[in-house]
């Protein structure tokens, strides 16, 4: 088709034109015009216009610099169509916020996408002035229990920094450089450490393996850091997503949440003060009041009805406590992998005549759905979301960390707390730092329970990463996919490499044939995971720096 005629512009036109969007002739260009009120608004209007976008710039936002923001407070406040709020965005950093706030806000799911500092990757050693990095809560410090709190962070931070240069050491010894092997530019094989001959290459393999011993350092000490520890987030999201987020932080009973709600709603209202404006409006407000009101009533519920379940303090790590029985879900996953190239032939009809059909023909369609995939990023189709689990799990928070980031599954929890116990790594008993370990735990138990008598919320602030922690996980078998291959690579931390493993052969053992497809589970152990990742990476960066040919 010639789109000549409709994008006849005047000089003057594409002039101005050039200046707002990438192009003035294709039918595909992209919106350049800074202000992001303007560019929502104009895509809103577009969906409610016969004219090209283009034309309505020209018409409508031109002559009217105000036509974005009047547009927004017209559609957002007076119609309540919350949809145009996601054609507005905004990346905003937050800083030295405790663990328990980034976990709150990083549970929406929907709508933001989240970067966080890796307790993997940087050690929480460092001071600011004479003071370790964690959060100190007003009640805590207004209570009679403020002393004990900073005492039980500075020693868990104390035991944390000492403990680094030991456990380097210990994993030196028992996995030492030269039980690896490294690039040897000169022979173009691997070889180990004591026959490299090149300067280069000894340098290199030094770095790989200096790097991959700290990183399981890190791996290890952080089961001591406590929930206090102060971390910093990316987050890029769209305004109604942020606006949600913020309704859920005003409604917090934390003080650090409900002043990282104003901070955050002051600095969106830099960038997108459109799209948010609603939160301490009318409407926003009714919305806050209708989650503290549930809130208080679901409270008082769950005291009345569960005060005579006692805690359970030795649990499994991950209990599969709902599924679909193993023919129904064969049965709902090949009758949806037919639909979608059905010929109008309607799912209940496809359901009843795949239920009669023998286990051989059941088998050949599933099989086929995954018989193709060379690698975990070949995702199965959504087929298998028709079969779904649900777990719960009993895992260190540190681990609950690292599964919280997966947004394609439900996923509810309780308040952290030292009740059911904590895991000690081998590595820390066995490199002699088991009694620091568990004089650590035992500080932070006892301040939690002070804390919690009065300030149960307040008091997860004190509990370790390596205690454990109740949660479930509603989730399904596409998503399984995912998880379970990507958190059981070699490189993966061990805990929830661990956790994973389990998962999967939960699953494996009642629906064998929909998990026949998860080819890239790894179900070995390694002592030193990420060092093939390690040695990659290095191998890239020699690549990186060589002279071109």
């Known amino acids: 088709m010639n789109f000549n005629s409709v994008y006849d512009f005047s000089d003057k036109e594409k002039s101005i034109l050039d200046q707002h969007f990438s192009n003035t002739d294709k039918h595909v260009f992209a919106i350049t015009t800074p202000r992001q009120v303007d560019r929502g608004a104009l895509m809103s209007r577009y969906s409610r216009s016969d004219k090209t976008m283009r034309k309505i710039f020209l018409d409508e936002f031109i002559t009217n610099p105000s036509r974005g923001k009047e547009f927004y407070s017209k559609i957002l406040s007076e119609y309540g169509d919350d949809s145009v709020a996601e054609l507005g965005e905004a990346q905003i950093a937050i800083e030295w916020v405790s663990n328990i706030a980034a976990k709150k806000i990083e549970d929406q799911r929907i709508g933001l996408s989240y970067l966080e500092k890796s ?65 040897d530019s000169i022979s173009k094989i691997e070889s180990p450490f004591s026959k490299l001959i090149g300067e ?20 290890i000490l952080r089961n001591l850091l ?35 709600a104003r901070l955050v709603n002051s600095e969106l209202d830099c960038v997108i003060p459109s799209f948010i404006k609603r939160v ?24 009345k009805y569960l005060c005579d379940i006692q ?32 010929h109008g032939q309607s799912l209940h009809d496809i359901i009843k005549l795949v239920g009669s059909f ?54 509810e929890r309780q308040l952290l707390s030292t009740k059911h116990g904590y895991d000690i790594p081998k590595e820390i008993i066995d490199s002699g730092l088991e009694k620091d370990f568990k004089d650590c735990m035992s500080l932070s138990k006892n301040t939690y329970e002070n804390i919690a008598k009065t300030l149960p919320i307040e008091g997860q ?50 629906h064998p044939l929909l998990t026949k497809g998860m080819k890239f589970v790894d179900l070995n152990q390694y002592e030193l995971g990420r060092f093939d990742t390690e040695k990659r990476r290095e191998m890239k960066r020699r690549e990186l720096l060589s002279p071109k040919n």
Request: hydrophobic residues 35%; proline residues 3%; neutral net charge.
């Open 119 to 183: 307790s993997r990757y940087i050690p929480f050693d460092q001071k600011v002035g004479n003071t370790y990095k964690y959060y100190r809560d007003e009640k805590i410090l207004g209570s009679k229990y403020a002393d004990q709190y900073i005492e039980s962070c500075d020693y868990a931070f104390d035991v944390y920094s000492k403990s680094i240069s030991v456990m380097q050491k210990f994993i030196s010894e028992i996995e030492p450089i030269d039980d690896f092997v490294y690039f």
């Open 280 to 303: 301490n409006e009318k409407h926003g407000k009714s919305l806050q009041l209708f989650m503290i009101n549930t809130n208080k009533e679901i409270s008082k519920l769950t005291d």
């Open 311 to 342: 805690p359970d303090f030795s649990p499994a790590d991950v209990r599969l406590i709902d599924y679909v029985d193993n023919k129904d879900a064969e049965v709902k996953v090949a009758s949806a992998i037919l639909y979608e190239n059905a």
């Open 461 to 510: 602030y004190a509990v370790n990463f390596a205690y454990k922690y109740p949660y479930f996980m509603k989730i399904n078998l596409r998503e399984l996919y995912h998880m379970i291959e990507l958190r059981t690579i070699a490189q993966g931390h061990p805990d929830y490499r661990y956790i994973c493993q389990q998962i999967y052969k939960k699953i494996n053992d009642i």
């Open 358 to 411: 023998p286990q051989e023909r059941i088998n050949e369609i599933i099989s086929a759905y995954t018989k193709f995939r060379e690698n975990r990023r070949h995702r199965p189709g959504r087929a298998f979301e028709m079969v779904e689990y649900l777990f719960e799990m009993f895992t260190n928070f540190g681990m609950f960390r690292d599964l919280h980031r997966h947004r394609i599954l439900t996923m």
């Open 226 to 260: 406590p929930a206090a520890t102060l971390t910093n987030l990316g987050i890029t999201g769209n305004g109604r997503a942020f606006e949600y987020l913020l309704t859920k932080l005003y409604c917090s009973e934390l003080n650090e949440l409900k002043e990282l």
């Open 200 to 219: 280069q290459d000894i340098e290199s393999a030094k770095k790989v393996y200096n790097s991959t011993v700290r990183s399981k350092t890190l791996d």
